[in-house]
């Protein structure tokens, strides 16, 4: 089955620094991709989504990356600040063999911003 | 349209009891996940359903987890009997096709 690995597992940058996350995964047929931000006490809030096979997606103050050639999957946070203090995660979904998609998460990246 | 909903956002139980946790899926979503998060293990698949129909249960979380769905608006996860090392957050997501997943606020849960 699918497997997904974050890295780095905890991150520590300065205000207007920038922070890379990155996640590698396995399997061919994962066609989804997301980055899910979870804050202190909070749930798990869709970040942003891609869909296409070699993708840069924009956001408000980060960047995403897809490069299904080497299964790679990274968050670029441009310039922190305190407020993008969060745990993050990416989930892949994969096609299974019954026809439908299932996700498979990362383990998280805690990421801290200092002012 | 309302997203995932769950209940008790806190349940404190002590060791042996059972305790049921329910959650309520977006409406018109078909998937539907049982996660437990800790900061050691992370987030752990526990149930996983499509169509109402049990896609997968977590394997190692069989014996004392049992998740239902018994309609397409409402899903439980029972817990029976309960141990210390069950405190965690449960989060309830849901998902059109296994694509987008919406979460839920979770239910932290304590054991004593």
């Known amino acids: 089955g699918e497997q997904v690995e974050q890295r780095p597992p905890h991150l520590s940058v300065r205000e207007g620094d920038s922070a890379v996350i990155t996640c590698t995964y396995t399997?061919?047929?994962?066609?989804?991709f997301f980055w899910y931000k979870q804050e202190p006490g909070a749930s798990l809030q869709l970040l942003m989504k891609?869909?296409?096979?070699?993708e840069i997606n924009e956001g408000q103050g980060f960047t995403v990356l897809l490069n299904k050639k080497d299964k790679r999957l990274s968050l670029n946070l441009t310039a922190a600040h305190p407020g993008d203090s969060a745990a993050y995660f990416c989930?892949?979904?994969?096609?299974?063999?019954?026809?439908?998609?299932?996700?498979?998460f990362g383990k998280g990246t805690s990421l801290v911003v200092h002012p | 349209d309302a997203g995932v909903t769950q209940t008790p956002r806190h349940e404190v139980a002590e060791k042996g009891q059972t305790i049921i946790l329910k959650c309520e899926p977006v409406?018109?979503?078909?998937?539907l996940f049982w996660y437990r998060q800790t900061k050691i293990q992370g987030l752990e698949l526990l149930s996983y359903?499509?169509?109402?129909?049990?896609?997968?249960d977590g394997g190692a979380f069989k014996d004392r987890f049992k998740a239902e769905m018994l309609n397409s608006s409402f899903s439980t996860l029972k817990i029976q009997p309960t141990e210390p090392k069950d405190s965690a957050v449960y989060l309830c997501?849901?998902?059109?096709?296994?694509?987008?997943?919406?979460f839920g606020p979770g239910t932290r849960l304590t054991v004593l």
């Open positions: 997501a849901s998902s059109l096709s296994g694509i987008e997943q919406y």
């Open positions: 399997d061919p047929n994962s066609y989804y």
């Open positions: 891609v869909f296409s096979s070699t």
């Open positions: 989930a892949v979904s994969a096609l299974t063999s019954g026809g439908n998609y299932k996700p498979t």
């Open positions: 409406s018109g979503h078909n998937d």
């Open positions: 359903f499509r169509s109402k129909s049990l896609m997968e």
